[in-house]
Nanobody, 122 residues
Framework: QVQLVESGGGLVQAGGSLRLSCAAS????????VGWFRQAPGKERECVAA????????YYRDSVKGRFTISRDNANDAVYLQMNSLKPEDTAVYYC???????????????WGQGTQVTVSS
């Protein structure tokens, strides 16, 4: 079992930055790929970024490429999402999730955090 806790969300103006953190506890976190997902009201959950267990392979959805950066620190059981040049359309609840394979598919992730709200004002 892996427990995940997100933090770092908040209210920011368009063009601003936030850094989300995902802290893990339980089984060896370094064995898992991690994805950051988001869900806006009335919309489906979507993967914005993912990273493999070692950190040497990443995925980004097109709309965040060049603005978001995912990274991990296995020594401290943490994964981060640096979000720059934020836009109002980035407003959503952001979740981190852990699974065996790096994938944009939510179905492949076993463990989920409770989410953190990100709100970008125009």
């Amino acid at each position: 079992q892996v427990q995940l806790v997100e933090s770092g969300g908040g209210l920011v103006q368009a063009g601003g930055s936030l850094r989300l953190s995902c802290a893990a506890s339980g089984r060896t976190f370094g064995n898992y790929a991690v994805g950051w997902f988001r869900q806006a009201p009335g919309k489906e959950r979507e993967c914005v970024a993912a990273i493999n267990w070692s950190g040497d392979s990443t995925y980004y959805r097109d709309s965040v490429k060049g603005r978001f950066t995912i990274s991990r620190d296995n020594a401290n059981d943490a994964v981060y999402l640096q979000m720059n040049s934020l836009k109002p359309e980035d407003t959503a609840v952001y979740y981190c999730a852990a699974g065996q394979f790096m994938s944009p598919s939510a179905a492949l992730y076993y463990y989920w955090g409770q989410g953190t709200q990100v709100t970008v004002s125009s």
